[in-house]
């Protein structure tokens, strides 16, 4: 009897745990309905308006423009954290100092606090006459109602994504490859910059991409801080809000469906560069 | 092998290979927390400073108006339908995906973690566009009487979206790594199957759950992005505390707007010091990915 | 390159993991450092390498004191035990790293280093190999690109940390006889690290014997297997048993009647009595001799290995039998060893 059953294909393997067909039934269910079916109806409504339609709706100049000011400021924001991101987690993975475990903890912030708060917070700070925006006012630098706010909120949103791909690779480095490095001679900076930077290097892509992916999508924490002055500061998720409010559907299908698909492409690069980095390194991040 | 004895030589302090000079060191940690300070807690700081601005009373004073008091409210109320719903899916996700084998498990858990590289305006434009006036459902919704969108199961149904996959993604990487041993063990030993998820596998993943509900409450209560499109904004009905904020900010109302933010904000401190607590209890390795 | 090690100290928090080590190896040698775990032979080696540094003692390498230069300087080959290759560069980006860190004054072209990368894959039998990450390789090529890695840079020593512990008993074998071609091809100074007596004994010109932090003997295969110096290198290396006995006038005692053994030790003393269970003369029957009770035989192999209760039950020791013997049907076997040793208890 077993030959018989595990001679033909299977969709999937027994064993004697009970409970697979209402678990996985409910996980469907429930997923079909929350997630699943919404998403395609927004699909459907995006086919029934026709290739057409869709474009001329895509390329209004309005929409271009608010489609590349929250990509270009997403993409600013995640090489920002890229960089300090990769400075916070070797911090507080190899060195020791009062307040570590406060700032480890304070990373995950942007998770845990409600984007429309920090948005508030972020304007009051750099405002024209905020804590901070009163002493760049003089030297004519602005940041709050320009592009550079919108980096600013998207750093901050987008922080904790980088530090949290990045930290748990870095604990699992092996000290020995930096020791070999040393006894063939290299210098620290050499270690670093040559062996331990280059194997961090999927893990930063990915939450470069986890960042960018974010970023572009983020509607609460920008719009306080933009100013939203079209074709300047104006964002893609702004502007959906701002066509479903004039009841105007089909436009906002348009520019909803172009950001979804610009979601799965970074979807997709996050899938890419894992399957990269265990084809070539032998391990998942 | 006894050594002769060696005269003391002045002790020669090295770094060990795999640390950097110690000025390099004080550099970095200086860079680290001052980015963190500038991006993190100043932001932080300023909104309970600008709470307080008018003084302790004011700041009250904005948190026991009417309209504030509903926005509680509904905030609350939404949590706690969202959260449970999401908590039982999370657990029966985790169940199926974790100790059973099956074709396109690596797929489902994508489709579950859609959710998180999905916009939060999308999330509302989705159900404007299943309810709305023009959609599939609207004739028969209308014709019943039953009212989703600019209403409260409106607000739910985007917050469910949103926290979606909080608890299935905490559980999921932490009972797959578990395995099923104790479960086989649990049912060669005669325990039904309910009972053995009780006994066996629940209080092997209480903190990884109870971690999951903690993140996935702080969402839900703070979502503003999808509800904003659903909700309506009809005061003292459809507002949530961050719609709240933003409504008050948008009058000018600085202090009352930063008083219900900094409710807001003592919730997140109070999120990140129970994650803190349980992440030392368990151990950081099991609190699963905390991508989200 | 002679290597000197005096009197060497190294504290880690407050156990000494090394206490008053020397050591004198000459040019050319391959040495064993060889102890159990904790015996503090990595710490040694790793302080030779400049990875750590002494709390007191200094190490030199030839006339040159090398206990004040950095790792980068000493200009080693360190072989790690879990190969600790680059992941991210290939086979021959891995070998040529060691050259292509170098200030631009000395370092070598592109095309040197990759010439000499490929020649050095040659010499440790992994031709074409190049292109590969180590992600691919199995873990005996590894090894060997690992190997290969370290010679790169013309080391004065060459450091090999439990070379093969990682690795299958068969590939140990194998890479195990490599390594001694290699080391006889190229002549490097070696010392290296393992647990491992059958490797250290096969391998090695010199063996060091290390326990709790000291060296407890240093000698040739011949000279630690036959002439230990300690209760510890005795049951260490090779097998052993090993009986409580004393020594009155020189002679020894087991409990109430004497062995028939002499020592020249004439101090009268508890002490160890230690012999090689295949190394003894099975008679028929004594007085003066040790005797005692079968209480088990296994056949193992080539011979019969039989566990004899001597004067009552406490005193167990094992003797090897040829298979075929007779005496292996007796429930009583009475042996005298041919090669033994006493060690009086220090009081």
């Known amino acids: 009897m077993t030959t018989v059953l595990s001679t033909r294909w299977r969709w999937r393997s027994s064993n004697v745990i009970p409970g697979f067909g209402i678990t996985f039934g409910f996980t469907l269910f429930y997923l079909s309905l929350v997630v699943l079916i919404p998403l395609a109806c927004l699909g459907w409504r995006a086919a029934s308006l026709g290739g057409a339609d869709l474009a001329s709706l895509g390329s209004d100049p309005r929409v271009l423009s608010a489609l590349a000011t929250s990509f270009w400021t997403a993409f600013a924001a995640a090489a920002v954290n890229v960089v300090f991101g990769l400075i916070v987690a070797w911090v507080m993975v190899r060195y020791r100092f009062p307040g570590r475990r406060l700032l480890d903890a304070a990373v995950d912030l942007p998770f845990a606090l409600p984007t429309a708060v920090a948005g508030i917070a972020l304007t009051a700070i750099y405002a024209p006459n905020g804590w901070i925006g009163q002493f760049l006012q003089p030297y004519g630098l602005r940041i709050a109602y320009t592009p550079l706010g919108i980096v600013i909120a998207l750093v901050f949103i987008g922080l904790p994504f980088v530090v949290r791909t990045v930290q748990p690779v870095m604990e699992e480095l092996n000290r020995d490859v930096e020791e070999a490095a040393a006894t063939l001679g290299a210098s620290r900076l050499q270690t670093l910059f040559r062996v331990v930077l280059p194997s961090l290097a999927p893990a930063l892509l990915t939450g470069f991409a986890l960042s960018l992916g974010r970023g572009v999508g983020e509607y609460g924490s920008v719009i306080f801080i933009a100013g939203n002055i079209p074709y300047v500061s104006e964002i893609a998720p702004l502007l959906i809000v701002m066509r479903l409010e004039e009841y105007n559907y089909a436009a906002a299908t348009a520019i909803g469906s172009i950001m979804l698909s610009l979601s799965f492409l970074v979807l997709l690069l996050i899938n890419l560069i894992q399957a990269w980095s265990r084809r070539r390194f032998g391990h998942v991040l | 092998m006894s050594s002769k004895s060696v005269p003391p030589t002045a002790p020669i302090v090295f770094r060990d290979a795999t640390s950097e000079s110690p000025l390099l060191k004080a550099g970095l940690i200086a860079v680290a927390a001052v980015f963190l300070a500038l991006v993190l807690f100043l932001p932080l700081a300023a909104v309970f400073s600008e709470a307080l601005r008018r003084g302790p009373t004011a700041a009250l004073a904005a948190l026991s108006e009417a309209d504030a008091l509903a926005a509680i409210r509904l905030t609350v109320t939404v949590a706690l339908i969202s959260v449970p719903l999401n908590l039982v899916f999370g657990v029966s996700a985790a169940w199926a995906i974790a100790k059973f084998d099956f074709k396109g498990k690596t797929f489902l858990i994508t489709l579950i973690d859609l959710p998180f590289s999905v916009s939060p305006v999308i999330a509302g434009l989705v159900y404007i566009l299943l309810f709305g006036t023009g959609s599939l459902f609207a004739p028969y919704m209308q014709s019943a009487g039953v009212q989703i969108l600019f209403a409260v199961p409106g607000v739910v149904l985007a917050t469910i979206f949103v926290t979606f996959p909080f608890v299935a993604r905490e559980l999921i990487p932490l009972m797959q790594d578990q395995g099923t041993g104790d479960e086989e063990a649990a049912l060669s030993l005669g325990a039904s199957g309910w009972q053995t998820f009780r006994l066996v596998t629940l209080p092997n993943i209480k903190w990884g759950l109870l971690y999951g509900v903690l993140l996935c409450n702080a969402r839900a209560m703070g979502e503003f992005g999808a509800v904003s499109v659903v909700s309506g904004r009809l005061r003292g009905e459809t507002v949530t505390m961050p719609l709240q904020v933003e409504i008050l900010y948008n009058e000018y109302n600085f202090v009352a707007a930063f008083a219900v933010a900094s409710v807001l904000a003592l919730l997140a401190l109070l999120t990140l010091g129970l994650k803190a607590l349980l992440e030392q209890v368990y151990g950081r390795n099991h609190t699963g990915s905390s991508k989200h | ?347």
Not at chain 3, 162 to 170: K, N, R, S, V
Not at chain 3, 206 to 223: F, P, S, Y
Not at chain 3, 231 to 251: A, D, K, M, T, W
Request: with cysteine.
């Open chain 3, 1 to 347: 390159m002679n290597l000197h090690i005096r009197g060497i100290r190294k504290d880690f928090d407050r156990f000494a993991a090394l206490d008053g080590v020397s050591l004198d190896i000459a040019s050319g040698e391959l040495i064993a450092l060889l102890g159990p775990s904790g015996s503090g032979k990595t710490t040694l080696l790793r302080l030779i390498a400049g990875l750590d540094f002494p709390t007191d003692g200094s190490v030199f390498f030839g006339e040159e004191d090398a206990s004040r230069k950095s790792v980068q300087e000493r200009n080693i080959g360190f072989v790690f035990q879990h190969y600790a290759l680059f992941r991210h560069m290939t086979v021959a980006e891995n070998i040529g790293f060691g050259l292509k860190v170098r200030p631009s004054r000395e370092r070598l072209s592109r095309t040197e280093i990759r010439a000499r990368a490929k020649k050095l894959l040659e010499l440790v039998q992994l031709p074409g190999l190049e292109n590969r990450y180590p992600a691919q390789l199995s873990g005996g090529q590894r090894q060997r690109v690992a190997l290969a890695r370290a010679l790169a840079v013309e080391p004065r020593i060459l450091l090999l940390d439990e070379p093969f512990g990682a690795l299958d008993a068969q590939v140990r074998r194998d890479l195990r006889r490599w390594l001694r071609d290699i080391h006889d091809t190229t002549g490097h100074t070696s010392v290296f690290v393992t647990h491992d007596q059958e490797e250290a004994l096969e391998l090695a010109d010199r063996l060091v014997v290390m326990n709790k932090g000291r060296i407890e003997q240093i000698g040739t295969a011949d000279e630690i297997y036959d002439e230990p110096v300690s209760p510890f290198v005795y049951s260490f290396i090779g097998e052993s048993s090993q009986l409580p006995v004393r020594i009155v006038n020189g002679e020894i005692w087991l409990e109430d009647r004497t062995i028939g053994l002499r020592t020249h030790d004439q101090s009268n003393s508890e002490g160890a009595f230690y012999f090689r269970p295949h190394d003894v003369d099975i008679l028929d029957g004594c007085g003066g001799c040790l005797a005692g009770t079968v209480l088990s035989s296994r056949r193992v192999a080539g011979t019969r290995r039989v566990e004899l209760a001597i004067g009552g039950p406490q005193h167990r020791v094992e003797i090897d039998l040829p298979a075929d013997h007779p005496a292996a049907t007796r429930s009583r076997i009475a042996f005298r060893p041919k090669h033994w040793k006493v060690f009086a208890e220090r009081s």
